[in-house]
């Protein structure tokens, strides 16, 4: 019998401050790759675009609301029980107070401090590429 792995398109935000920190939240112990910590996001429904995604899901998830975006970088991994495309953006125009509203743990981290979060496996290019461009 053939098994169809889950295949996901993904709206990320790399959302970069003024005081040079990244938000991050982390994904809930029953969700696929719980525990760890992401860069916001989610799913890219059928009838959006990656940018009225991200808009989208920045507001549901942390209250962030989007002014612009710029893509960053485009990923695809394959995780054992799901592939994924990552289409991350950066956004360092936007405006409301970060919230976890998805009772979420949220967190402000400076660029120093990246490496010591645990992240998605995916995630590795993107942390390296964060760093070399914003360098630290
Ligand atoms: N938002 C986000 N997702 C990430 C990152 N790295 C990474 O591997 N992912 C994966 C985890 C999930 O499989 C998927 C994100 O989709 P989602 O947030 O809508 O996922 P979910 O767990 O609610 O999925 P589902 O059960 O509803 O299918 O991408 C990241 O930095 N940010
Ligand atoms: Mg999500």
Redesign the pocket.
């Known amino acids: 019998m053939t098994k169809l792995t889950?295949r996901?398109h993904?709206?990320?935000g790399v959302i970069l401050n003024n005081n040079k920190q990244i938000l991050l939240?982390k994904?809930?112990g029953h969700?696929?790759?719980?525990g760890?910590?992401?860069?916001?996001?989610?799913?890219v429904e059928s009838d959006e675009t990656v940018t009225q995604a991200l808009i989208r899901?920045l507001k549901e998830?942390v209250n962030i609301t989007v002014n612009s975006s710029a893509p960053f970088m485009d990923i695809s991994?394959n995780?054992p029980d799901?592939h994924?495309r990552?289409d991350?953006h950066l956004v360092t125009d936007f405006s409301g107070e970060a919230k976890g509203m998805e009772q979420q743990q949220i967190e402000w981290v400076s660029l120093q401090q990246l490496a010591d979060y645990d992240?998605?496996?995916?995630?590795k290019p993107?942390l390296n590429r964060i760093l070399a461009e914003f360098e630290i």
């Open positions: 889950k996901v993904v709206a990320v939240a994904r809930h969700l696929h790759q719980g760890k910590w992401e860069f916001p996001g989610g799913k899901e998830e991994h995780y799901k994924v990552l991350i992240f998605p496996e995916a995630n993107i």
